[in-house]
């Protein structure tokens, strides 16, 4: 396992579904479509399928699809053999668990799907919402380990939030949790 694949395993914890013949991915936004579709054609020398989705309601989706029966199933296995909810019940890989530089580009992964960045009375932070408490807790050891201070709560929706604020913590948070070889999003 490398940093690219830690990160699009983590970004498929977030955003991705199983599909029967292979994996989906779906993003609002194109240039993230873009370069998910290159990152899964580096990775597995095959190009996967990019289309734009319009709802009735007016929101857009770009749906990437990967038709691969032994990726599907790779991925399962690596997510602890999840078959139903998969957000809610996926586990964090040992192999990722047990190295940090894996640990941060799946945590990154997961960032780029499920985070936002706001403003606070002009402070800027950072929350990640995830109905998962063990990814929650991955995320949040990660940050503590790291030295970004931030806090775990659980919602009354049934999520729990990990979020952080402060300029030290999100600068911090801007340089470790990067995509490999690129720049972060943050």
């Known amino acids: 396992m490398n940093e690219k694949y830690a990160y699009l395993l983590g970004t498929f914890a977030g955003d991705g579904w199983f599909e029967t013949r292979g994996i989906g991915l779906g993003t609002k936004d194109k240039i993230r ?21 319009k709802y009735k309601d007016g929101h857009e989706l770009y749906i990437i699809r990967f038709f691969s029966k032994a990726l599907e199933k790779r991925f399962r296995e690596e997510l602890g053999g999840v078959n139903q909810k ?20 799946f945590v990154k992964g997961l960032m780029d799907a499920e985070g936002y960045i706001y403003s606070w009375k002009g402070k800027p932070r950072f929350a990640l919402e995830i109905y998962n408490i063990e990814a929650a807790e991955f995320i949040h050891k990660n940050f ?43």
């Open 144 to 186: 503590l380990r790291d030295g970004i201070k931030s806090s775990l709560s659980h919602r009354s929706n049934g999520g729990f939030r990990v979020e952080t604020t402060g300029k030290n913590n999100i600068k911090i948070l801007n340089f470790l949790y990067r995509l490999p070889g690129g720049k972060s999003q943050l």
């Open 33 to 53: 479509a873009e370069f998910l579709s290159g990152l899964i054609k580096e990775l597995f020398n095959k190009k996967p399928i990019v289309k734009l989705r």
């Open 86 to 105: 998969k957000s809610k019940h996926f586990k964090v890989n040992l192999e990722i668990k047990n190295e940090v530089t894996l640990s941060r580009t």
